[in-house]
Nanobody, 118 residues
Framework: QVQLVESGGGLVQAGGSLRLSCAAS????????MRWHRQAPGKQRELVAA??????NYADSVKGRFTISRDNGKLTVYLQMNSLAPEDTAVYYC?????????????WGQGTQVTVSS
């Protein structure tokens, strides 16, 4: 299985930037997609951004402000977050889907808190 370790969260003022990182390790055959989700207090978890070999996708609420990227050599996915707003406050989770010798898998990180003050 693949284990994920996230980092980069913290407290930032509105208009500021943060960069989240998610490092993957473990045994797998393929990584199909790497994603960032977030969950704000009292709200459902939502998909923020995803990246595959074919490109990237973003939630409408973050388009033009967030950028997802990956370093295949380090098996790390990043989320660059610019022009942060208080409504971006949430726990951000990294999620990877792929295939191992045991079949398809989906791994989740432990989450990292992002707090944006007004």
């Amino acid at each position: 299985q693949v284990q994920l370790v996230e980092s980069g969260g913290g407290l930032v003022q509105a208009g500021g930037s943060l960069r989240l990182s998610c490092a993957a390790s473990g045994i797998y055959l393929t990584i199909n997609e790497m994603r960032w989700h977030r969950q704000a207090p009292g709200k459902q978890r939502e998909l923020v951004a995803a990246i595959t070999s074919g490109g990237t996708n973003y939630a409408d609420s973050v388009k033009g402000r967030f950028t997802i990227s990956r370093d295949n050599g380090k098996l790390t996915v990043y989320l660059q977050m610019n022009s942060l707003a208080p409504e971006d406050t949430a726990v951000y989770y990294c999620n990877v889907v792929g295939r191992s010798v045991r079949g398809p898998f989906a791994s989740w990180g432990q989450g990292t808190q992002v707090t944006v003050s007004s």
